[in-house]
Structures are given as structure tokens and as C-alpha cells.
């Protein structure tokens, strides 16, 4: 069964950063992709970083500069290193990756972490 696992989510002052792992389990390959999304209070949900395993990266305007994604292929795990955090970056952050087995391909999602930056 596969699982994707956000973590590190938590509350932190403006300024500060945070390091968001997205750990996945239950693959027989690695992972093609994987996209970072977040969901703040009363907003649709946004995708924030993007990281194909070729080195392709992607980040909304909103965070270049501030927000970096990194992979770990051999672990199928993810890294988005968050900083010079901003109140509007509060939000639920969601990990979502791309996984082809064959002819066949799938997204999965994670269950969310909150990040919360007080202003």
C-alpha cells in the first residue's frame, strides 16, 4: 500500500524557517515527480514547488527566492526547506507525487502539515 507522509509542519515566527519532509513508502520505482501544495485559511488549494527526477524545479512566484524542494530518489523522500517564512505563507502543505509503474501512472496524496506563521 502506498503511503505518502508530510511532516515537520509546526509554528513559527515570522522570518524564521521550517523543513517540510514528504516521505513516501509502498513504491516498487522511484517516484517521477512530486509538488508541494498548500491550502491557507479560506484560499483554494495552490501549488507552491515542483521537482521532476531529471532536476526540473518549478516554484510559485510567491516563494522563489524563499523556498527550495530537493529529492532523495533513493529514499523517495522529498525536502521543502522553507525560509524567510511570511504570515501568508500559513497554510496546510500538501505533498503529492507521480509514479509511473509500466504504461501505468498515479498521483498520491499526503494527509497535509500545518504551518503556521503568526504576524
Known amino acids: 500500500q502506498v503511503q505518502v507522509m508530510e511532516s515537520g509542519g509546526g509554528l513559527v515566527s515570522p522570518g524564521g524557517s521550517l523543513r517540510l519532509s514528504c516521505d513516501v513508502s509502498?513504491?516498487?520505482?522511484?517516484?517521477?515527480?512530486m509538488t508541494w501544495y498548500r491550502q491557507g485559511p479560506g484560499s483554494q488549494r495552490e501549488s507552491v514547488a515542483f521537482?521532476?527526477?531529471?532536476?526540473?524545479?518549478n516554484y510559485a512566484d510567491s516563494v522563489k527566492g524563499r523556498f527550495t524542494l530537493s529529492l532523495d530518489n533513493a529514499k523517495n523522500t522529498g525536502y521543502l526547506q522553507m525560509n524567510s517564512l511570511k504570515p501568508e505563507d500559513t497554510a496546510v502543505y500538501y505533498c503529492?507525487?507521480?509514479?509511473?509503474?509500466?504504461?501505468?501512472?498515479?498521483?498520491?496524496w499526503g494527509q497535509g502539515t500545518q504551518v503556521t506563521v503568526p504576524s
Open positions: 503529492n507525487v507521480d509514479y509511473c509503474s509500466g504504461p501505468a501512472c498515479y498521483d498520491y
Open positions: 521537482i521532476h527526477v531529471d532536476g526540473e524545479q
Open positions: 509502498g513504491l516498487i520505482h522511484s517516484i517521477n515527480s
